[in-house]
């Protein structure tokens, strides 16, 4: 199962230095149903100028377009940095099955707050290539100073 993990966030991590190399902040993510992507997706902030264009929002928009339904119960989201409150409260009305998130966000994390913002059926697993995930932030915020 870990493998598989590291796979998924590999990939979201693909999608995070897309993010870098168009100015934005560099948090990536992909949607997995049934063991394939269906979703890829970035922050968009910037090139969308909206606040509430976060990789994971647009993940639940591909996502949930992909499979014709609102819900996401079937469904595992991987993200290289925990979700925000919006995020989070977001993923809770599309009843995510499962979110794994790479590096945790001391500032702004939805976890800050209590994991009851998820679905209380959403499983949770932060973590997973932490240091990988936690780098590219870093260097994308060093590079702006």
């Known amino acids: 199962m870990e493998s598989s ?3 998924f966030m590999s990939e979201a991590l693909k999608e995070a230095q897309k993010a ?3 100015g934005e902040v560099p948090v990536g993510g992909v949607v ?3 063991g394939k992507i269906i979703a890829r997706a970035y ?3 910037e090139k969308l100028n909206d606040p509430t264009a976060h990789a994971e929002m647009q993940l639940i928009t591909m996502a949930t377009h992909h499979l014709g339904g609102k819900y996401l ?3 595992d989201l991987y993200v290289t940095l925990e979700p925000c409150v919006m995020c989070a409260g977001a993923l809770h009305w599309a009843q995510l099955k499962s979110l794994i998130f ?3 966000d001391e500032k702004r994390g939805f976890s800050k707050f209590g994991t009851n913002i998820l679905h209380p059926k959403t499983e ?3 973590g997973i290539m932490e240091r ?3 780098e590219i932030l870093l260097n994308f915020f060093k590079g702006l100073r």
């Open 5 to 7: 993990h590291e796979f």
């Open 20 to 22: 870098a190399l168009e």
């Open 32 to 34: 997995v149903c049934e």
């Open 43 to 45: 922050n968009m902030v």
């Open 73 to 75: 119960n079937e469904c």
């Open 102 to 104: 790479g590096a945790k």
């Open 124 to 126: 949770i697993k932060g």
């Open 132 to 134: 990988e995930c936690r």
